[in-house]
Nanobody
Framework: QVQLVESGGGLVQAGDSLRLSCAAS????????MGWFRRTPGTEREFVVGIRWNSGDTYYREFVKGRFSVSRDIAKNTVYLQMSSLKPEDTAVYYC????????????????????WGQGTQVTVSS
C-alpha cells in the first residue's frame, strides 16, 4: 500500500509558476510509474505527465510540453510537478498517482493503469 499526499496548489495569475509536490509513504517506489493527472468539474481525469521512478524517463502531454516539468527526489520519496507559464485552462484539481511494477502497461495515460491516488490539490489560474 502506498499513500500519496499532494501539496503546493493555490491561486495564481496567468503566467505565474507553481510547484506541486507528491510525498509517498508506505513503501519504496522502486519500479513504480508515477503520474500527475488533473480534473475539472464534469470531466474525467486526464493524464498530464509521468515519470518512471528508477530511470527518470518522463512522459508529457503535448499541451504541457515546454511549460511543465516533472522530477523526483528518491531520497525524499517525492515527485514534483513544476508548472510555469500557467494558463487559466490549467485550472483543475491535480492528482498524484502511482503504479506498482505489475505486468505490461497498456496505456500509461489511462487512470486505470494506476493503483494509488492522492487526495488532490486545487490549482486555480486567474486571467
Amino acid at each position: 500500500q502506498v499513500q500519496l499526499v499532494e501539496s503546493g496548489g493555490g491561486l495564481v495569475q496567468a503566467g505565474d509558476s507553481l510547484r506541486l509536490s507528491c510525498a509517498a509513504s508506505g513503501r519504496t517506489l522502486n519500479g513504480y510509474l508515477m503520474g500527475w493527472f488533473r480534473r475539472t468539474p464534469g470531466t474525467e481525469r486526464e493524464f498530464v505527465v509521468g515519470i518512471r521512478w528508477n530511470s527518470g524517463d518522463t512522459y508529457y502531454r503535448e499541451f504541457v510540453k515546454g511549460r511543465f516539468s516533472v522530477s523526483r527526489d528518491i531520497a525524499k520519496n517525492t515527485v514534483y510537478l513544476q508548472m510555469s507559464s500557467l494558463k487559466p485552462e490549467d485550472t483543475a484539481v491535480y492528482y498524484c498517482a502511482s503504479r506498482p511494477p505489475r505486468g505490461s502497461i497498456t496505456d500509461y495515460r489511462q487512470p486505470y493503469e494506476f493503483d494509488y491516488w492522492g487526495q488532490g490539490t486545487q490549482v486555480t489560474v486567474s486571467s
